[in-house]
């Protein structure tokens, strides 16, 4: 074992910290939880396993040190202490999060597990302590497709079809409406299918269901979609990433509950603005999985406005704290706020010198803070592009816009395809049902990305948009061909290659390549250069 990683580092309420909030050591993730607990804020208690365990894991061929049980066992102890539960209990158990952090922030590259701990032996103690049956059969379903597919490598089609099966049903148009009765038979449906996917028996033991989901966690480092970010934003892969084990607290505990990501301005076009996604009785995965359509704040607005108005402050704060625009993840439990991840926020070039201008002015920070901000981006090329003003064409469709600009380029319906057609030098578009950070390769060779379902804030989209990619997501109009060569939009059959218009300001779809003009931040530029050289 390495020098210095024998033991975890923890993230408790009320008790001195363990550890200075070095990235490097901890990972960006638990480094920022840290400094939100020490800033006061909500945070769940948690402990982490540094960056150095994954570099001896990837030194040992991809197996855990031996001394990991050892500081599991710490953790949780610690763990059971700050929540009054106990990982693994028959009566109160806790359940936990196992999540990835590497040093540099690689948004959906890194595997995550959720409801570890939950087996068929604690259920009727979780149900007991929480009073809540249909709380209890959803974190059951949803630890079983999650561990499946993210640990055991298994499929999430068949999953995916269950629930859909049980959605028709019952008449419902998504699972999270589904009832306790309905979850419970989705979950024995769930058991079956883990065992047909995998050749591999789900595990019921809460220790192995932890160890195998840190191991899950260590190996995605090595994927093959972790590899490529890695390599499009030079990054090292000696690296390694941090494993945070965090208690549990559930956006899917019910009506004035949910989860929710939010930038503390706008990511696309820099404006001093809260930029938030959320959806109801949900858990964090939903909305960053580009899965689900998604909500922005005026819902929470509206149903829980002691919430919103939190989260209004919280900008304030986070933005005073970090000295940049944050990207934070969180969780709504019965009405209560938990924060669970901040982090610099990705942007668009546009928007980081738009950002970098208004905080110096705002006297956030300083000429020199805001150097450093832009030193990233080439302030040379830094342009938008917008439809000419006098563009009669009709739309195809309209969808949510993620980031800005114009982008044109043929159909490509799998990424794939999209890499092989920018290789001969088509422009291309990708267009798929729903955005994943599989399709990193695709999303890097396209012009654009055109979606039918997601949010804004997704994985997908976060990394789309920081790539400097025009991307609409909730697109309803939108639908792919069975083969994967075609598509369909606003009624409007397409084939591979067909080119198509995205207008990343208004959130249309158009036919054809329509003609676009540039445009230069003249103003933004103007003043950095009249701050002289301190």
Known sequence: MAEGIDSPFFILPGAVIAAAA????????????????????????????GTAVCRDYCARGGRLPPEVRGMLEAGLTRLGEA?????????????????????????????????????????????????????????????????????????????DALAERACRAQGVA????????????????SLETSRAVS????????????????????????????????????????????????????????????????FTRDPATGENSLYLDFLFNAQGE??????????????????????????????????AEFRDMQDFEFT????????????????????????????????????????????????????????????????????????????????????????????????VILVRPQIDTADIEGIAAAEGVLTAAGGRTSHAAVVTRQLGKVCLVACPELTIDADGRGCSIGGRRLAEGELITLDGDAGRVYRGRLPVIHERPMQELAEISAWGAG
Not at 174 to 189: F, G, K, M, P
Not at 292 to 299: F, G, I, K, L, T
């Open 199 to 262: 050749g591999r028996a789900f595990p019921h033991s809460p220790m192995d269901q932890l160890e195998q989901a840190v191991d899950a966690v260590f190996r995605s480092w090595e994927s093959d979609k972790a590899r490529h970010y890695r390599r499009l934003h030079d990054l090292d892969d000696s690296l390694g990433t941090a494993v945070t084990v965090q208690a549990m607290v559930f956006g899917n505990s019910g009506s004035t509950s949910g989860a929710g990501v939010g």
């Open 332 to 427: 709504v439990m019965d009405g209560r706020l938990y924060l669970l991840q901040t982090r610099a926020g990705k942007r668009t070039p546009w928007a980081a010198l738009r950002m970098a201008v208004d905080m110096v002015r705002e006297r956030q920070i300083t000429p020199r803070e805001a150097r450093a901000l832009l030193r990233p981006y080439d302030l040379g090329r830094i342009e938008r592009t917008r439809l000419e003003r006098d563009v009669s064409a009709e739309p195809l469709a309209t969808a949510v816009a993620a980031s800005i600009g114009v982008a044109a380029g043929g159909v490509a319906c799998d990424r794939r395809r999209a890499v092989e057609l920018a290789a001969s030098g088509q422009p």
């Open 83 to 159: 929540t009054s539960r106990q990982y693994g209990d028959t009566r109160r158990p806790l359940l936990v999060a196992v999540r990835s952090g590497a040093p540099v922030s690689m948004p959906g590259m890194l595997e995550t597990v959720l409801n570890v701990g939950l087996t068929e032996h604690n259920l009727t103690g979780f149900l007991r302590s929480t009073g809540n049956p249909r709380l209890v059969r959803d974190c059951y379903r949803r630890l079983i497709r999650d561990f499946t597919t993210v640990v055991l490598g298994g499929a999430v089609a068949p999953f």
């Open 22 to 49: 070095d990235a490097a050591v901890l990972g960006s993730k638990a480094a920022g939880l840290m400094r939100l607990a020490r800033a006061g804020l909500r945070v769940p208690p948690a402990f982490v396993l």
């Open 174 to 189: 998504s699972v999270r409406e589904l009832d306790s009765a309905s979850l419970a038979e989705l979950c024995a449906q």
């Open 286 to 319: 939903d909305v960053v999985s580009g899965r689900y359509p998604v909500h922005d704040a005026a819902p929470l607005t509206r149903r829980l406005p002691l919430v919103a108005e939190e989260l209004r402050g919280l900008k304030t704060l986070l933005e």
